[in-house]
């Protein structure tokens, strides 16, 4: 009875410190000749990869990861996926012989439209298919990297809906012609989406991803994953170490939960619900700290948030049993401008 006992025990303790977690990191340019909010230098990304080698995390590939948080399998813990956004020319330069020496996977979302021949920006169909032959997935990022949350003037909403729908078909019909069977997987431009941009993602039967940052784990929704966006400021070594080792936080409600916010401010009282209580939870908006308040699982925001115009988020990290790892979540809000027209980008 003793040890029947005590092997209970230890399934539970086991269970308990083992993360049903990974780790998505999303990057953009990888040089050191490109605009600084989407780029990194070839020797920081390097340094990445170093990192993960020597902490001991495995590599794989996204819809290796998807297919274990759709089936709740088990994911051991310091799982990491390693992601690229459109498909610029200095991934195959020089993040592709990087990735290819450590032999690790990786995946591409392409926004087809700019896939043509001739583009010096961009890779080729001939170069996306090369790395394919080294466990590369070549993924849905729409045709024209379109703002999916914007509607045109005029639109209805069954118009802007088609116009969404037709946007991503195409780019996967171009991506099947060029590539077959890849998985259906799809990063929403700018990270930016909305519920009704989810449900159209889910009704297309894909599994899609944001750039708000944190770690993944199963209580999430596989219509907007989370990912870290990894540039030289936000993936300098100190930030790139505590990314990689966080552990996922997920709030199951948000009040209000709104991702476009048309006033320039969020009022005090927005409220977020987690699974359970996390002790030392702290918050940060824009770079400072936001006074918040315990509540049994929530934590609640003390103070008004003003919203700069463009995108925005509120990050939240609590210290978990394990030195040096962090429960992390983000939520992130999108403002027009004033009078309510969308910013040029
Ligand atoms: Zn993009």
Request: proline share 5%; glycine share 4%; aromatic share 12%.
């Amino acid at each position: 009875m003793f040890f029947i006992r005590l092997f209970i025990c230890l399934i539970l303790l086991s269970s308990a410190f083992t993360a049903q977690s990974a780790v998505i990191l999303q990057y953009h340019h990888v040089s050191d000749k490109t605009p600084p909010s989407t780029s990194i230098s070839p020797q920081l990304f390097d340094q990445h990869l170093e990192h993960i080698e020597q902490q001991g995390f495995s590599v794989w590939p996204l819809p290796k990861l998807v297919q274990h948080l759709q089936q709740g399998s088990t994911i051991p813990d310091k799982v990491v996926s390693i992601t690229f956004d459109d498909a610029y020319e200095s991934v195959y330069r020089s993040a592709f012989p990087a990735l290819k020496k450590r032999n690790m996977p990786f995946t591409i979302f392409v926004a087809t439209q700019a896939i043509k021949k001739n583009n010096q920006l961009f890779m080729t169909w001939d170069q996306l298919k090369e790395v394919t032959q080294f466990g590369a997935t070549i993924a849905n990022h729409t045709h024209t990297h379109l703002h999916l949350v914007r509607k045109q003037e005029g639109e209805t909403n069954e118009d802007w809906r088609a116009r969404l729908r037709e946007d991503i078909l195409r780019a996967e019909k171009i991506i099947d012609q060029n590539i077959p069977n890849t998985s259906k997987l799809l990063a929403y431009p700018y990270g930016e989406y909305t519920q009704e941009v989810q449900s159209l993602s889910q009704e297309l039967g894909y599994v899609s991803f944001g750039q708000q940052s944190g770690a993944v784990g199963n209580a999430h929704d596989l219509t907007a994953l989370p990912r870290f966006p990894m540039t030289n400021r936000f993936g300098a070594m100190k930030q790139f170490k505590l990314k990689l080792a966080s552990l996922p936080l997920h709030a199951s409600k948000v009040i209000p939960n709104q991702k476009i916010v048309r006033q320039p401010s969020i009022s005090k009282g927005l409220r977020f619900e987690f699974d359970r209580k996390y002790a030392g939870i702290s918050c940060f908006f824009e770079g400072d700290a936001v006074s918040i308040k315990q509540e049994e699982n929530s934590i609640i925001v003390q103070q008004e948030l003003t919203l700069p115009v463009g995108r925005s988020r509120i990050n939240c990290t609590a210290p978990s049993s394990e030195k040096g790892r962090y429960y992390w979540y983000s939520h992130a809000w999108i403002r027009p401008k004033a009078n309510g027209e969308w910013y040029k980008e």
